[in-house]
């Protein structure tokens, strides 16, 4: 799916690769872009963690009938796992619990374990601050009312699982996986196996198939050039 992206020579049909910054919730950004555009049918292929950052990739108008095959796409991410803690949401967003001090952990032990248990096709459990919905109800509504559902495990594949430093129970990271997999659940899932706990305390997504985050741009870039496109065809219009 090699289509040309940021670029408004084929509007109102794009493709956009957004850096969503922290804080910021995919639709969010899809809506901002929708406000900025004024393109009625936008959509994002693949939703991000509003702590999360990184590559979004965003369609407009007849791509959007692409968003399925770029969601489909392998994915590559990097980010920071904290042992020695757990959270209920698998992630900073929730208040962290003392487990156990993971600084006798070498990191030939943590990498024989991602090895043998996080490499290649592996059974993942979806964790309750998630947005899947159990009888129409989202994971994360029925999580912070304090409930839990047993929830069924899926099928994923992890290619490539990397430490990248290891320093003061903090492991950075460098994760290629398919469709479908949750990170946080990763982080989890890891520090359980290592019996120290574990949190996902940082997350960027890199890539989207052939795509990469070092060719988007932010939403201030993103309207930047939208505003400067729009108020040329202006003109162009008037002229004509």
């Not at 007849?62 to 949401?89: N, P, W």
């Not at 919905?133 to 047993?150: D, F, M």
């Not at 729009?230 to 162009?236: G, I, S, V």
Request: net charge neutral; glycine share 8%; aromatic share 10%.
């Amino acid at each position: 799916m090699n289509l040309t992206t940021n670029d408004f020579s084929t509007f109102p049909d794009c493709t956009f690769l957004i850096d969503k910054s922290q804080g910021w919730t995919s639709f969010d950004a899809v809506n901002k872009i929708r406000r900025i555009s004024r393109i009625k049918k936008v959509g994002h292929a693949g939703t991000l963690d509003p702590a999360a950052t990184g590559l979004l990739i965003i369609c407009s108008g007849k791509r959007t009938k692409l968003i399925d095959g770029y969601q489909a796409q392998e994915k590559v991410y990097s980010g920071t796992i904290t042992l020695g803690y757990t959270t209920a949401s698998y992630d900073s967003e929730t208040e962290k619990v003392w487990v156990a001090d993971p600084s006798e952990l070498s990191l030939n032990q943590i990498e024989d374990v991602i090895r043998k248990q996080f490499t290649g096709e592996i059974q993942q459990i979806p964790p309750m601050f998630s947005a899947l919905k159990v009888e129409g109800k989202k994971l994360y509504e029925l999580a912070r009312k304090g409930k839990e559902v047993v929830r069924a495990a899926r099928t994923v594949n992890i290619s490539e699982f990397r430490i990248t430093r290891f320093e003061k129970g903090e492991l950075d990271f460098l994760i290629t996986c398919t469709k479908g997999t949750y990170i946080r659940s990763l982080a989890n899932d890891l520090g359980s196996a290592l019996s120290v706990g574990g949190y996902l305390s940082s997350l960027r997504r890199e890539k989207i198939g052939e795509y990469a985050v070092t060719d988007s741009w932010t939403i201030t870039q993103f309207e930047e050039h939208c505003r400067a496109y729009l108020a040329e065809t202006a003109t162009q219009v008037v002229q004509d």
